[in-house]
Structures are given as structure tokens and as C-alpha cells.
């Protein structure tokens, strides 16, 4: 049973949706319908999970209605049917407010002549677009039609073929996606491309130029792609992640266009989630770090392969690093793997804790039986759960079969912190930037740059950081980032407006819940946060308004 759905997928599990859309900007709602194929089980009750839906009407029911909406679930969709009925068409409508739509106006576009519209479904937003049992346990396949304005382009996570969209494996609906805008497409191997605006697409295309290479590397580790093409959708900079796993389709933000390819683990870590995540897909939110922190020890095993250990092991201390920070300023209880998310949004699991300590895991069992020995379990790990959704009891039980070794397992997913004896990643090229300071010009990696800002004294010198290496000035986002934070937390004046302009363009959550966060500490900052506030939070996504209302006030 998941907590976070109203459905009864033991009573009546949905198999199939056909989707009929129209995508209106004019009124920024999504119409049309929905069709559910779906196996009765029990009783005469299929129940669907909604948010903020228009429902119009129910074809092939008997009766329905519509529940009281609670603020984390949305409001249950109870449908009663005839006898051995197996289909029902819900016709409806979007809210302008829907929780997982973002209708963006042209200037919030590269191009600034057209609007832009895209979903986000993970956790629990498909249901605000879709009636749907709205839950990582039932996997569906489907079919979709959606008709854009002229002179747009839908896309979707699935096939296309001639104007509609076919997903033929059984998915989550959290990875069910769409997007509409100016969009062009440039191949980049014989089953990989990439969607941007047309301004954009030479940047991603020059970015992203190693995703073939990205895709053979997993297929040699743990087994075919499964999924016919994998493309990526260049998203505009609103986008609240920094990447989404959509199946065939990975979508992105733009804040990774670094020009040097410095940023492109997000690829390699979406890309992962065709293993770990779209084909093994955790049952529950409670069970995400079956999805995360699978992903990010697969993730570094692409860029080892790539780029090379020396590089795979940057990006591990960075990761283990701002673990460590995080986990700092988490209750005990969010720091186990396996989470209780009673009466909470999943969105509010989403710490680093299941990607990074769910990552350390697997590479402590890796350690301790050797890699040779942890590829092939993998390998069959993903080949036993194939297009299904399993919880961690399930993982539990196929590694004490499959591969019984001495790491404390319970401890790492069940008990809070990391216990002894995990596996520290090691860099030798992260240890030097830890006690050097750097000569003028000197050529480090991006995150070399980054541990060494993170590694500065307290305070830092600000002034001499900004002279020697002009960091306010840097293009990379994410150098950018760490910089305009320890610039708000050390008060350092002169980079305050670039703050503004970074909070007002970017709507990258991880970007902003922390500097945000940081600002709200003192009078002035807050005075400060308020008037951004209030000015970007239109342009933020629902998910990210979300998030920093709880912190801007
Ligand atoms: N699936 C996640 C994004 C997500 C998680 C959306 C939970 C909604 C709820 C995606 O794969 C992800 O982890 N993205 C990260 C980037 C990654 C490189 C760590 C992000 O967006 O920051
Ligand atoms: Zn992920």
C-alpha cells in the first residue's frame, strides 16, 4: 500500500490510458480526456487520485464522485462500474494553479516569441493532470494524442509516431511527460538527440555530444537499453530540477550548458534511471532511495568509464561532502534510508540522503565483495525486476540471496547517519585544492573549483576570492551558485545585485532554496528576499513556489 494515493490497485489496477489532450494556452488548462483500461479485481470501485481536476464527465460508469480534496493527496476519484466492465473514458479539465503544469509567457523562453508548457510529474503531480492511480506500484502503458497551436511542438516521454505518442512498457505515471513549445531537434547518435529552443540547440548539442558513448557504457555494465531512444529536452531556466528521468526523454535544465561539459553527471545520472528508477522503480515514496541512490552509484560508474576514475572520484567527494552538510541540519529520523513519510509530501523526502548515502551503500557492498562480484548482482538485479516496482524489503531479500556479504545493511537503511566502516571516496586531485591557493590562471576542473570554495576558512576572504578569480563573473552555474551563497552568508556586498539577478533568472530549486534559506537569517536579507520574492516567484514552477513559500515570509 502506498500512503500517497488514494487508489486500490488490490481492487482495481489501471493497465492502460489513452490520453486525448488539447493543450490551450490561452487559458493555460490542458482538455480533453482520458480513457483507463483496468483489471477489476474485487467490488465495482475503480478509484483514481485527482488534483484540482475538472471532472466533466464519466463515460462507462454507473455513477461517480468526487472526494474532499486534502492539501497533500488531492481529492479520490471513486468510479463505480457495471460488471465485468474494463474501461471507463473520464472527460475534464486542468486548473490554471495545476500542481504539475508550468505555462510559461515567451519572455520566460529563449526565444521570447512563444509560450511554453511542460509537466513535471514526480512525486504526486500526475494526478493534478491526469486522472490516474497516481502511484509508483501500478505501471501502465499508453497512448496519447495532443494537439499544440500551430507553429508548436509537443514532445512526450514515449514513441512517436505520426502525431502520437506510444509508451508499449508498463511505467510509473510519475514518469508520464509532456512538453510544448518552439522546439527543434538535432540528433546526436543513431538513438540519441536532443529538443531545445532553436537558439539553444548548437550549446546542447556541443554539451551533450557524449550520450552515445554514456548509453554503451551502462549496456556493457548492466545490460541492453530498454527503451528505444533516449533523447533530451533543453528546458528554460524555470525548470525547478535540475534534471528528470522521463523515459526516452530526459528533460533539463539549462543551468548545465556550461560550454565545457563540465556539468554533464546530470546526463549520466537521467540516463541511469533507464536501469535504476524507470526499469526497477521503487513502490513507494518511503523506498526512493531504491530510485536515487541506485542511480547515483551508477551515475559514477558512467563517468569513471568516460571521463575516467580521477573524475568519478571529484564528483564522489563533492557528493559525500555535501552529505555530510545536509545531513547536519536533518532530524535523526530523515537521515535512514528507508523513509516514514506519514501525513508528508513525498517532495519533502527529497534530501540528499537517498542519493548520497544510498550511492555510499553500494559502494561499501561493492568494497566488500569486490567489483566483479557487485556488477554481475547488479546486472541481475535489474534484469529480476525488469519493468517492475519493488519496495526495499524486496531488494533486501534478493541481495541476502543473491549476495550475502558482511556490510550492516539494516543499519545503513533503517538506523540514522553512516555507520562505520563505509567506503570514503578518495581524491587525490580534491585533497590538493583542499590546502592550495591557487596562482592567477591556474586551469582547475569545475569541481575542483567548487571544493576548493567549499573548503575555504570561516570567514572566508571574500574581497581577495573576487579579486584573483572573479567568481561573481563566472558562467558556470553552479561555481556561480556556491559563490553568490558564502556571498550572502558573508555579507559581501559587492556581489548582492548579481544575487537578485541570479534568484530572478534561475529557477532551478536547488539553486534557490538555499540562498534563499541564507538570506532569510538576517533583517537585511530578508528585506531583500521579499522584494526578489515577489517579483520572480511568478516565474517560478508551483513546485518550487511551493517550497520557498515555506521560507520567504
Ligand atoms: N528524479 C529526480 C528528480 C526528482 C526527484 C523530481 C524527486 C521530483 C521528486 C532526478 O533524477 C534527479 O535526481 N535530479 C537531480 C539531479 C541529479 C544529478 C542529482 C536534480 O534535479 O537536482
Ligand atoms: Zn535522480
Redesign the pocket.
Known sequence: MDIHSYARPDRARVRHLDLDLDVRFDRRILEGSATLQFELIEGNELILDTRDLAIRSVEGAMAYDLGPADPILGAPLRIQVPPRTDRVRVHYATSPTASGLQWLEPPQTAGKQHPFLYT?S??I?ARSWIPIQDTPGVRITFDAGVRVPDGLRAVMGAAESVGCFRMAHPVPS?LIALAAGDLVFRPLGARSGVWSEPSLLDAAAHEFIDTEAMIAAVEVLYGPYRWGRYDLLVLPPSF??????NPCLTFT?PTILAGDRSLV??V???LA?SWS?NLVTNATWSD?WL??GV??YV?RRILETIYGPPRAAMEAVLGRRELDHEMAGLPEADTVLHLDLKGRD??D??TLVP?EKGALLLRTIEHTVGRTRFDAFLRGYFDRFAFRSITTADFLSYLRGELPNQVPVDDWIFRPGIPSGAAEPQSGAMAQVESTWPAAGTQWSTQQWLHFLRSQPDPPDMPRLEREFHFTESRNSEILHQWLLMSVQNQFTPALSKVEEFLASVG???FLKPIYTELMKTEEGRERALKVYIRARPTYHP?AQATLDAIVK
Open positions: 513535471q514526480q512525486a503531480h510519475y525547478p530540477f535540475g534534471g528528470m528521468e535544465t553527471s546530470l549520466a545520472h537521467e534511471h528508477g526512493f530510485n536515487e542511480t547515483v551515475e513525498p517532495d523526502g527529497c542519493y532551478r530549486r536547488k513546485i
